[in-house]
């Protein structure tokens, strides 16, 4: 299983960005999905979830800002961030919880992270 985000980059302070995690491999299902950030000296932090239902909870500095969202039949999790600002600079990581099938056809679940996104907000 690999998660591959994706959508990072630079942009203004106030404008938007949109991330994508998509969830490749051997799957058949998918619990939790969430997004995190790591800024530069600063320990990994919960951007939101979503569950597999769709409920979604958020930290409180982005409540407003940023929508977590997801595509159960497509395998993809996404962040929009709206009204950025400079604080939000960070390198992003997606992160889910999931079912896949061995090389022996066993199931397994497990915990992922994706490969990090750099966002950059210029003040």
């Known amino acids: 299983v690999q998660l591959q985000a994706s959508g990072g980059g630079l942009v203004q302070a106030g404008g938007s960005l949109r991330l994508s995690c998509a969830a490749l491999?051997?799957?058949?299902?998918?619990?939790?999905m969430g997004w995190y950030r790591q800024a530069p000296g600063k320990q990994r932090e919960l951007v939101a979830t979503i569950s597999s239902g769709g409920s979604t909870n958020y930290a409180d500095v982005v409540k407003g800002r940023f929508t977590i969202s997801r595509d159960n039949a497509e395998k993809m999790g996404y962040l929009q961030m709206n009204r950025l600002r400079a604080e939000d600079t960070a390198t992003y990581y997606c992160?889910?919880?999931?079912?896949?099938?061995?090389?022996?056809?066993?199931?397994?679940?497990?915990?992922?992270w994706g490969q990090g996104t750099l966002v950059t907000v210029s003040s």
């Open positions: 992160n889910a919880d999931v079912g896949s099938w061995t090389e022996d056809r066993s199931p397994v679940m497990g915990r992922y």
């Open positions: 491999g051997r799957i058949f299902r998918i619990d939790d």
